[in-house]
């Protein structure tokens, strides 16, 4: 019997495993894909918003400027990667000229602190590489950007290392509520739960459903991006998004915490909640509005296209709610989703608390995870330092991102445990340079054959049927 | 820090022939840096024949050729050090490097050449749509799966690319019992080496598409299938061409790139045509004492031709060395577009020099020619055809180009 069960192991429902591990609880995170963080959570710009884009009121202006106020402490927490690198509306006529006025009041009521509207040439003395044709821009000191999936894997190790379980590869067909508990059908497991927290995303209409509440319906808007190499990553420094208009928010610009180039994303209402398909008009536009807004910006240093998923809701707002005894919906969690999570986390343990659920700190909790070791940002000492206690550091697995043969068995060993290739990518970044994977993907084949001691062929991508072999040769003759 | 003569970086048939060149022009003072576990490079996966013809006379395969080097490199009793990552190379010849034993360390080189050989081009800069799933490789790793590791990455194959990886992975993959359904080529010619067209194409019966392109992936989880169409003169596909092919794995052959990122650290100019270091006769790049050789200096097509380009690399490191030197001239080397770039780049000495080049199209009755500042023609030679697939070489004479200070490499088409 378990006292939290959190459906859905994207970001928000991590981030609120992370927050509920602090006290006295039994928390289960139950996830339907193969590793944590793969809905939209795994393909989103990776921005933490500054909080002037939400029409002041909603929970989305609410819990995105709480939210984004409390980024820089989990990160520091969690040890995950966090810059602070300002965000940029850049305008190209008087229209919006006057819609970033309203922006700007609009984040002054919000709260957003240093919001400045500048002229063309402030902002070219900020960002050389924008477009000569963008005549205005406001900027945001406080955006900043985090990698999405850094921050889930951290927030659900951390829960793990303070006593959550996660069951991955269980998909909820049914939750059924009777004397005062939950039963949760999920894959092979039963679990029973005092609680449950609905954080699935694509799919938290379906599981409100299974409790009789049809208050809401989530469609998927697709978006599409374009990630370049490094070389790319320096062309601009701010976060580079163009003057929402009719045609929506545009294309936006923004390195990575890595040192990439992120260009994104398109936004298309579709319905099929498994379609991650890019599209050529997406990729098309996606190059045209980028190459719009900065200048330089060259595609065939293209690493991947990729295409995420938003959790669109019916109410326009983020829907978070107790819609009955000892269920929250935390729903609709579409832009600016990761930037409130650390927000809306707070949130739920207090709606759940108001419900009930007892609230006391655990002792022995440790709010802090053991980041992941970067050899390519060691310095000399640091590198001989860590190659001494552990000669795996010394042998280089990944040669275009310089990732260690130490850094990723620590990955495969630490919480929340990959156990495929992408997981491995995801962690280390290891197969995530210019060759792809095309040099290192056999050997990372081999140590996760190894490490989990199944067959080499038995691996796979991202779990499924997305094998890497189908058997020895001469086998499959 | 420690203090060698001679660092060569990578221990793959350019590494291995420059060593041995250096060795016997008297350099007894140098080190190979490996990162892989044995010598060789992509060699050791390429198991099939073909290798050697014009540096030994006879047909080899890929680990026999390294095979012959590696007991040249034993013989003469050069160290080399494997499992061993070069993290940087400063332009003052300051070498960063990491293995297991010894952590990371430094060494003062004297000279150094640079032979890392060529990636693979991904998937990502096609930019093709549809979904992510597992199955797509490059030629190279699915040749790593099957030949080195012992695994099938695939059944039912199609191939984008008609570079030699590729072909040689169509004829690889169908005697391990796969089906290879196609090999589509965006442009009108094929990249690839004409032998392969027909000992690995047209032997299996495995069609060759050109002007043909992906347009889109399917499949959520393992690939189920693409659908490629037939591409107009721009290169753009024409939609009503399209057709869907069911396959599990696509292999990609689309280009291989010089492995330059140490380069780069060590501030070595680079040419944007051959993404390669601009190198004089001697294979010496800007930065004084700093060599390059074999793909990471332009892609080959025979490793035959890489070795014959490392022994200059490696024989002129020594010399540089021993402070060798020969009269000093100063030519820049153009091209006229249908010619797309030139190796060297550059001659600053008076003496024989054989220019390998590359053309950007396929051209028949053709005349080479070879004219310098003052309009002199100083070479010229009919060819029947050239092809981008086919590297070609002019070897000039040292009064060609005492005189000039450009020499201009055109073909006349008729």
Do not use: W
């Amino acid at each position: 019997m378990y006292d939290v069960a959190i459906i859905g192991a994207g970001v928000v429902g991590g981030m609120i495993a992370r927050t509920l591990a602090a006290y006295r609880l039994n928390i289960v995170i139950i996830e339907k894909a193969h590793d944590v963080a793969t809905g939209a959570t795994a393909a989103n710009s990776a921005i933490v918003h500054a909080g002037f884009d939400a029409k002041e009121g909603t929970l989305k202006a609410k819990l995105n400027v709480r939210g984004s106020e409390m980024m820089p402490l989990v990160c520091e927490e969690l040890g995950v990667k966090y810059r602070n690198n300002g965000s940029l509306v850049i305008g190209f006529s008087d229209e919006d000229k006057a819609t970033l006025q309203t922006l700007y009041e609009r984040g002054v009521k919000n709260g957003v602190r240093g919001l400045e509207l500048l002229s063309a040439e402030a902002l070219r003395a900020l960002e050389p590489n924008i477009s000569k044709n963008a005549t205005c821009a406001l900027h945001a000191p406080t955006g900043s950007i985090v990698c999405p999936y850094e921050l889930t894997f951290a927030a659900i190790g951390n829960a793990m290392d303070n006593g959550a379980e996660l069951l991955l590869d269980s998909e909820v067909t049914a939750v059924t509520a009777e004397n005062g508990r939950y039963t949760v059908t999920a894959g092979a497991h039963t679990v029973e739960a005092r609680y449950v927290v609905n954080a699935a995303g694509l799919y938290a209409d379906a599981i409100a459903a299974m409790v009789g509440d049809t208050s809401f319906n989530i469609h998927p808007r697709r978006g599409e991006y374009i990630l370049l190499d490094k070389e790319m990553g320096a062309l601009v420094s701010h976060t580079v998004f163009r003057t929402p208009s009719k045609m929506g928010k545009g294309i936006l610009v923004s390195p990575t915490v890595d040192g990439n180039l992120l260009t994104g994303p398109t936004s298309v209402d579709i319905s099929d909640k498994e379609d991650k398909s890019t599209t050529p008009e997406g990729i098309a536009r996606v190059m045209k509005e980028a190459g719009e807004n900065v200048e330089g910006i060259r595609f065939g240093a293209t690493i991947t296209g990729f295409c995420g998923l938003r959790a669109v809701g019916s109410t326009g707002d983020f829907i978070i709610n107790n819609p009955r005894h000892g269920f929250v919906n935390v729903a609709g969690i579409e832009s600016p989703g990761l930037s409130s999570a650390p927000a809306i986390a707070a949130y739920v343990a207090d709606l759940l608390a108001a419900d009930g659920l007892a609230l006391e700190k655990k002792p022995d909790y440790n709010p802090r995870r053991e980041a992941l070791h970067a050899f390519r940002e060691m310095s000399m000492e640091e590198k001989n330092k860590v190659i001494a206690k552990d000669p795996a550091y010394g042998r280089v697995i990944c040669r275009c991102e310089t990732v260690t043969e130490g850094e990723i068995l620590h990955a495969i060993r630490q919480n929340p445990k990959p156990r495929d290739l992408d997981g491995v990518k995801r962690r280390t970044r290891a197969q995530m340079g210019r060759c792809q994977g095309g040099f290192c993907s056999p050997y990372i084949v081999e140590m996760l054959a190894k490490e989990l001691n199944i067959p080499y062929e038995a691996v796979t991508k991202f779990g499924g049927k997305s094998v890497v072999n189908f058997g020895k040769t001469k086998e499959t003759l | 820090m420690k203090h060698i003569d001679l660092v060569i970086i990578g221990g793959g048939p350019a590494g291995m022939s420059a060593a041995v060149a250096a060795y016997d022009a008297g350099v007894r003072d140098l080190l190979i840096l490996e990162r892989d576990s044995h010598l060789g490079g992509i060699l050791q996966q390429c198991i099939h024949n073909g290798f050697g013809l014009h540096r030994f006379g006879e047909e080899l395969t890929g680990p026999e050729y390294a095979y012959r080097y590696e007991a040249m490199v034993e013989e003469r009793g050069i160290p080399a050090k494997l499992n061993t990552m070069v993290l940087d190379i400063s332009p003052e010849k300051v070498i960063t490097a990491t293995n297991t034993e010894e952590g990371v360390f430094q060494i003062q080189a004297k000279a150094v050449v640079l032979a890392m050989g060529c990636r693979e081009r991904a998937k990502g800069a096609l930019n093709i749509a549809g979904t992510r799933p597992s199955g797509i490789y490059s030629a190279g790793t699915a040749q790593k799966f099957v030949n080195m590791k012992g695994y099938m990455p695939g059944k039912e194959v199609v191939i984008l690319g008609s570079g030699d990886i590729g072909l040689i992975m169509a004829r690889r993959m169908t005697l391990e019992g796969a089906k290879v359904h196609a090999v589509c080529e965006l442009m009108p010619y094929s990249g690839g080496l004409a032998r392969n067209i027909e000992q690995c194409l047209h032997d299996f019966n495995i069609p060759l598409k050109l002007s043909h392109t992906v347009v889109e992936i399917h499949g959520r989880e393992r690939l189920t299938g693409v659908t490629i169409a037939k591409v107009d003169e721009n290169r753009r596909p024409i939609p009503e061409t399209r057709e869907y092919i069911p396959c599990d794995t696509l292999l990609l052959s689309v280009g291989l790139i010089p492995e330059n990122e140490l380069s780069k650290t060590a501030k070595v100019p680079l040419d944007r045509v051959t993404n390669g270091a601009v190198v004089d006769q001697d294979r010496q790049t800007a930065v004084n004492g700093v060599f390059a050789c074999g793909n990471v200096l332009h892609v080959h097509d025979l490793v035959d031709y890489v070795s014959e380009e490392a022994d200059i690399a490696g024989r002129s490191a020594a010399d540089y060395i021993n402070g060798l030197s020969a009269d000093a001239v100063n030519v820049a080397l153009h091209t006229d577009g249908k010619v797309r770039y030139t190796v060297p780049q550059r001659i600053t000495k008076k003496k024989d020099v054989t220019v390998f080049f590359r053309v950007s199209d396929v051209f028949r009755n053709v005349t080479v020619k070879v004219t310098d500042n003052a309009g002199n023609v100083v070479y010229s030679r009919k060819k029947p055809k050239v092809a981008p697939g086919e590297m070609e070489s002019v070897t000039l004479k040292p009064e060609a180009f005492a005189n000039a200070t450009d020499l201009n490499f055109a073909l006349e088409v008729q």
